[in-house]
């Protein structure tokens, strides 16, 4: 009866994973379709953000079916991805419907499928933690809320650095048309930042108080790519108010710091639990 539970389960979380995935394309399709009829097209537009709800709750479903086992949390590599993706993609969705960020969801929509579909049929060695304490909770809640702000912010980047040459080299048709003026594109990549800064100073703040050795060999590298991540953004942050900082050097900022986040998360869990197959 137990074995036959556990594959009802895993049955169920595979279904509602590649449900998820159906409608996060369906959304992403959508929005294309939007985004080539112009943006008279409000009615596809609307429409992908529905669609993006139920890819969103199945998404979920699937990661808690997954992760949330009898012997602890299972926050292995592809977990933690697919768990950071969700929160990317929900959190984009979320502000997609007050602020000009819609575009960004057709780069995150294919990543969050990949991260879903890698997290469903991949595996990768990890042992459940079953005493999480509200003081650890606190600090890996921060992490994945600071990392999938910055994650944001580094599309948001991208996406400032494709429009940036596009008006550069006089491109002023095609993907410019369906863009936010660049202004304002710069202003929501520094308040992006700005949040994400400060939920990444609260996620180191209450790794100090509440890990036991955040120093310890097998954090050490977490520990020390995070500070210099952080300190990455806070000087992009001071050039933007007293020196003006804007534009390339903005993005090349910006992909700079998420690029030592990403290393110092998943590069470590990458090469512990799937090169040395230790748990990370």
């Known amino acids: 009866t137990t074995g036959c539970r556990r594959r009802v389960l895993s049955m169920t979380t595979v279904l509602s994973g590649l449900a998820a995935c159906l409608f996060y394309l369906a959304s992403l399709a959508s929005h294309l379709f939007a985004l080539h009829e112009g943006r008279a097209q409000q009615r596809s537009l609307r429409l992908a953000m529905l669609l993006a709800l139920p890819a969103l709750l199945l998404h ?13 949390l299972d926050f292995g590599l592809f977990n933690a991805a697919s768990l950071l993706f969700w929160v990317v993609a929900a959190l984009a969705w979320g502000a997609s419907w007050r602020l000009p960020l819609a575009n960004l969801l057709l780069v ?18 990890y042992s459940p933690r079953h005493d999480l304490g509200w003081g650890i ?12 702000i910055l994650g ?15 008006l550069k080299h006089r491109r002023l ?42 120093f310890a060999q097998h954090l050490a590298h977490k520990t020390v790519l ?17 020196l003006g900082w804007r ?20 590069g470590s869990k990458f090469v512990l639990e799937l090169l040395l197959q230790r748990p990370a």
Request: glycine share 8%; proline share 3%.
């Open 152 to 166: 944001i912010a580094a599309v948001q980047a991208v996406a400032l650095g494709l429009l940036i040459n596009r």
């Open 108 to 125: 995150v929509y294919p990543l969050t499928v990949v991260a879903v579909l890698c997290a469903l049929f991949l595996h990768s060695p």
């Open 173 to 214: 048709h095609g993907v410019v048309d369906v863009m936010p003026p660049l202004q304002t594109m710069e202003y929501l990549l520094f308040r992006l930042i700005w949040t994400g800064e400060v939920l990444l100073a609260l996620a180191i703040l209450t790794g100090a108080l509440f890990l036991e050795n955040m």
């Open 226 to 242: 995070s500070i210099v991540a952080w300190l990455v953004f806070a000087v992009l942050l001071w050039g933007k108010h007293r």
């Open 247 to 266: 534009g390339t050097t903005a993005v090349r900022w910006t992909l700079t710091g998420f690029g030592l986040l990403i290393l110092a998360y998943f």
């Open 60 to 72: 979920l479903l699937s990661w808690l079916a997954e992760a949330v086992t009898a012997q602890g």
């Open 137 to 148: 909770g606190a600090h890996i809640l921060l992490s994945v809320l600071a990392y999938s």
